[in-house]
T-cell receptor, first 115, second 113 residues
């Protein structure tokens, strides 16, 4: 069975400092992994995706994530936080057998950015 | 290119009523899926439609149903509403093939009183 665990429900950083949002996954197959962001009262937007190509994945708005199979992790990072990064972030796994649409979402990490 | 459009954006119903939510996918996208988002349960997969056929279904009771039309537009229906059905219902579409990126609408926020 597949599952996703986001290790922090809330993360607070100062503007200009690095961001680290942690995600561990469990999958019986080689998974596809995604990070989505949701701003208040908005839908979800894809930040980046891993699909068994390069293990370091670059996304939009300066975010990147590294797939580490040995650690079953897919942590999201950004070198310098911006006020506009304040949002909720979801780590997502796509089960091989269930199809791409039957995504399994982590519980989410709410990122706060302080001036 | 227009994004995924969901209507209505907000609605209030009372227990026992039924509701229909609509989703227009991105032009050319034939796969539409629905998710329920609540503070307690997070984001949960409801169902997926492709070419007017339900292809996958999540673990929701039969009160939750959906359909897809020949133009790929989709509707979901919830009958006999319960307080616990209050949620943000998100629709997403994608093309076949590729790496599975879903494009989400802004959701329909349902409040059941």
């Amino acid at each position: 069975a597949q599952s996703v665990t986001q290790l922090d429900s809330h993360v607070s950083v100062s503007e200009g400092t690095p961001v680290l949002l942690r995600c561990n996954y469990s999958s019986s197959y080689s998974p596809s992994l995604f990070w989505y962001v949701q701003h208040p009262n908005k839908g979800l937007q894809l930040l980046l995706k891993y699909t068994s190509a390069a293990t370091l994945v670059k996304g939009i708005n300066g975010f990147e994530a590294e797939f580490k199979k040995s650690e079953t992790s897919f942590h999201l990072t950004k070198p310098s936080a911006h006020m506009s990064d304040a949002a909720e972030y979801f780590c997502v796994v796509s089960p091989f057998s269930g199809g791409y649409n039957k995504l399994i979402f982590g519980a989410g990490t709410r990122l706060a950015v302080h001036p | 290119k227009a994004g995924v459009t969901q209507t209505p954006r907000y609605l209030i119903k009372t227990r026992g009523q039924q509701v229909t939510l609509s989703c227009s996918p991105i032009s050319g996208h034939r796969s539409v899926s629905w998710y329920q988002q609540t503070p307690g349960q997070g984001l949960q997969f409801l169902f997926e439609y492709f070419s007017e056929t339900q292809r996958n279904k999540g673990n929701f009771p039969g009160r939750f149903s959906g359909r897809q039309f020949s133009n790929s537009r989709s509707e979901m229906n919830v009958s006999t509403l319960e307080l616990g059905d209050s949620a943000l219902y998100l629709c997403a579409s994608r093309t076949e093939g590729g790496t599975g990126e879903l494009f989400f609408g802004e959701g329909s926020r349902l409040t059941v009183l």
